[in-house]
T-cell receptor, first 113, second 112 residues
Framework: GAVVSQHPSWVICKSGTSVKIECRSLDFQATTMFWYRQFPKQSLMLMATSNEGSKATYEQGVEKDKFLINHASLTLSTLTVTSAHPEDSSFYICSGRLYNEQFFGPGTRLTVL | RKEVEQDPGPFNVPEGATVAFNCTYSNSASQSFFWYRQDCRKEPKLLMSVYSSGNEDGRFTAQLNRASQYISLLIRDSKLSDSATYLC?????????????FGGGTRLMVKP
């Protein structure tokens, strides 16, 4: 299957700082990438859909000014958590769509102190 | 009501047991269904698609009942390595195209 990478895999930061997470499709071009968030013992919740070259579409309840998404190329999408707070601590997973299948990155565990 | 609902478990079964999970979905227009497997602190990985006619892949059998809007996953001869969380996934649509909606997951623990 296709491979998606994320960087960093784990980040700890102080409250109020911004954190950028990169999602790359390594062996395919993903015109659409998805960003999910997963809290402990809960399922994945879609945050936003990112289309290359256009603005991301955010799900209800997700603040677009807090979670900045950039999808400047067919192989890279970034999620920036601005002014992170402890309640933003979560597991962030991206996925890239190839045909009708989604391939997930390994996830980024964010801990905000 | 959640769009996709699953019994969270955990299901604790001995090796060799047969175990079944059910998942219900609320949108009758949903067309595509999947089972994903997620290991602790890892990303979900596609286990199998679910077809109307039912499908089998080794020890795993998936069934779809459109009339009752539920999907099932049957695991035969459970292995220790089957211990994971199984996510029921339904494809829906938003303004950006199609999207996956995940159930809350069912946790399986296979014990020796």
């Amino acid at each position: 299957g296709a491979v998606v990478s994320q960087h960093p895999s784990w980040v700890i930061c102080k409250s109020g700082t911004s954190v950028k997470i990169e999602c790359r499709s390594l062996d395919f071009q993903a015109t659409t990438m998805f960003w999910y968030r997963q809290f402990p013992k809960q399922s994945l919740m879609l945050m936003a859909t990112s289309n290359e070259g256009s603005k991301a579409t955010y799900e209800q309840g997700v603040e677009k000014d807090k979670f900045l998404i950039n999808h400047a190329s067919l192989t890279l999408s970034t999620l920036t958590v601005t002014s992170a707070h402890p309640e933003d601590s979560s597991f962030y997973i991206c996925s890239g769509r190839l045909y009708n299948e989604q391939f997930f990155g390994p996830g980024t565990r964010l801990t905000v102190l | 009501r959640k769009e996709v609902e699953q019994d969270p478990g955990p299901f604790n079964v001995p090796e060799g047991a047969t175990v079944a999970f059910n998942c219900t979905y609320s949108n009758s227009a949903s067309q595509s269904f999947f089972w994903y497997r997620q290991d602790c602190r890892k990303e979900p990985k596609l286990l199998m698609s679910v077809y109307s006619s039912g499908n089998e892949d080794g020890r795993f059998t998936a069934q779809l009942n459109r009339a009752s809007q539920y999907i099932s996953l049957l695991i035969r001869d459970s292995k220790l390595s089957d211990s994971a969380t199984y996510l029921c996934v339904v494809i829906g649509f938003n303004n950006a195209g199609n999207m996956l909606t995940f159930g809350g997951g069912t946790r399986l623990m296979v014990k020796p």
